[in-house]
Nanobody, 115 residues
Framework: QVQLVESGGGLVQPGGSLRLSCAAS????????MEWYRQAPGKQRELVAT???????NYADSVKGRFTISRDNAKNTVYLQMTSLKPEDTAVYYC?????????WGQGTQVTVSS
């Protein structure tokens, strides 16, 4: 079983930046395919970014060019650097790892973009 703990959310003004972190348990973190999702009030959970064990990244069109996903295997941590934030980025952000057909989730961290 994998445990995930997100941190780094908060309140930021439009145009601002935040960096989210997700610390994972397990000795084979470097092999995990990692994901960041978000869920805004009243909306379905949305896949935001992914990163493979080899470091290949992929992004939703809505965040491409503004968000960067990265990983530090020595720290068992995946990051989501968010820049040029917009009010529509307001959501609870979750990291996730799919393993053998199941998804493991963290508790989420709230990001609010507002002036």
């Amino acid at each position: 079983q994998v445990q995930l703990v997100e941190s780094g959310g908060g309140l930021v003004q439009p145009g601002g930046s935040l960096r989210l972190s997700c610390a994972a348990s397990g000795s084979i973190f470097s092999m995990y395919f990692m994901e960041w999702y978000r869920q805004a009030p009243g909306k379905q959970r949305e896949l935001v970014a992914t990163i493979t064990s080899g470091g290949t990244t992929n992004y939703a069109d809505s965040v491409k060019g503004r968000f960067t996903i990265s990983r530090d295997n020595a720290k068992n941590t995946v990051y989501l650097q968010m820049t040029s934030l917009k009010p529509e980025d307001t959501a609870v952000y979750y990291c996730s790892v799919p393993i053998l057909g199941s998804h493991y989730w963290g508790q989420g961290t709230q990001v609010t973009v507002s002036s």
